[in-house]
């Protein structure tokens, strides 16, 4: 048993050297394990911010149930844009006006011709015709980008003008 004893009284100062090493690598551990903890716990609240008391499968299925909303939402948000793209298509889009001279002895620029044309080139033209003693406003119809009617080449023109715009 005295063997043993001063066996260990000579190793003494390594054992106690091991010892403090352990201690030194178990707070590193610790302080370590205690910053993720911290991180996690940070996490946690971030999580459950603005709910008092309810367990995490409550708020999960809140924020599902939220997140199903948004999604509806987004759908009929989705719906409704494609509903006015449509509608805008057969809005006028393309616009084209022409002043002329209809008459060599009038004075200035004072008939017109005006082009509305929808996406489809669906439309109509608009010419007034003014004269000394009267004028004269009169429209024709376009579809897809033909008249039914002969048009002039005042009308030609502000059609054509109209129908080569994006």
């Known amino acids: ?60 299925m809140s924020y599902l149930d939220n997140i199903d909303k948004v999604k509806e939402d987004t759908e009929k948000i989705k719906n409704q844009q494609q509903e006015i793209n449509n509608n805008l298509k057969q809005c006028i889009q393309k616009v084209s006006i022409l002043r002329y001279k209809a008459f060599e002895d009038i004075g200035s620029d004072l008939s017109f011709s005006i082009v509305l044309l929808d996406n489809s080139n669906d439309g109509v033209v608009l010419t007034g015709i003014y004269g000394r003693s009267d004028s004269t406003v009169y429209a024709k119809p376009i579809d897809k980008g033909i008249s039914r009617y002969d048009l002039s080449e005042e009308e030609e023109e502000v059609l054509y003008n109209a129908i080569k715009k994006q």
């Open 1 to 60: 048993m005295k063997g043993i004893i001063g066996f260990f009284s000579d190793l003494q100062p390594y054992i106690l050297m091991g010892f403090v090493i352990i201690i030194i690598i178990l707070i590193i551990t610790l302080l370590v394990v205690l910053k993720s903890i911290n991180r996690l716990e940070t996490r946690y609240r971030k999580l459950t911010r603005g709910i008092n008391n309810e367990n995490l499968e409550k708020i999960i």
